[in-house]
């Protein structure tokens, strides 16, 4: 039987709006993650997939209904506990890459091995990262010296490296080019199958449909169609 190792029940959020009613961005999302697989929220601007995928990693919170992360009801967690939940279950990789400029790729990497406390050897396992999205010998260059598509994978071996349970990935290819937006997208589905990492992505390209296991379609802040992609899902 799939384990889910997100699921959300009828989750609302809405934002203030000084002297207007509030804005409601999603409306009764109900979504199941399925563990060990790559999972496509897709959807145009503004359709509310950022703010889900948000919500599921912690970062936020809903104004009615519920998440759960592997069991565990994280919209009654403290500040406390989310933080330590996304520190060392949860990797997150951002649209605008976010690497360090002052620091090697290596040092990218191995940063985040020291703020989620990780126990192992770090040398073995930032070079173990580095390998697995093709950059072992681009360990001592500076993230300037690296081509756009390069600095993604760089990001893709930070947010991995602790060995999250689950993975964030928000719009990881809307600003690469239609060959190394496949490049990236094979990565995470190698990533899945090796390290057996759930990983999340938003994307508004209808062309990464076939790409997920699962694929939820985001519309107007809810949930418009659900594809499933994988034999055993179904």
């Known amino acids: 039987m799939q384990k889910y190792i997100i699921k959300?029940?009828?989750v609302d959020r809405s934002f203030p709006i000084a002297g207007r009613e509030p804005v409601q961005v999603l409306k009764q999302v109900s979504v199941e993650?399925?563990?060990?697989?790559l999972t496509i929220l897709r959807g145009p601007s503004g359709s509310g997939k950022t703010t889900l995928m948000n919500i599921l990693g912690a970062l936020d919170a809903p104004t009615a209904g519920k998440v759960f992360f592997d069991g565990q009801d994280i919209t009654k967690m403290s500040d406390t506990g989310k933080e330590k939940l996304r520190r060392k279950n949860v990797g997150f990789v951002f649209q605008s890459v976010s690497l360090i400029p002052m620091m090697t790729v290596y040092e990218n990497v191995e940063f985040s091995l020291r703020l989620?406390?990780?126990n192992g050897d770090k040398k073995s396992r930032v070079h173990q990262c580095l390998k697995m999205v093709g950059l072992?010998?681009?360990a001592d260059h500076m993230p300037q010296e690296l081509s756009g598509g390069e600095q993604q994978r760089v990001a893709i071996a930070r947010a991995i490296?602790?060995?999250?349970r689950v993975v964030f990935a928000d719009e990881p290819t809307a600003e690469l080019d239609s060959q190394t937006a496949i490049t990236v997208v094979n990565i995470f589905k190698k990533l899945v199958a090796e390290e057996g990492v759930t990983i999340v992505m938003t994307t508004h390209d209808t062309g990464l449909m076939d790409a997920?296991?699962?694929?939820?379609?985001?519309?107007d802040g809810t949930v418009a169609g659900k594809?499933?992609?994988k034999e055993e899902l179904k």
């Open 8 to 10: 959300t029940e009828n």
């Open 33 to 37: 993650i399925p563990e060990q697989t």
């Open 116 to 118: 989620s406390g990780y």
């Open 136 to 138: 072992q010998n681009r």
């Open 161 to 164: 490296a602790h060995r999250p």
């Open 212 to 219: 997920g296991d699962m694929v939820y379609t985001i519309e």
């Open 227 to 229: 594809v499933i992609n």
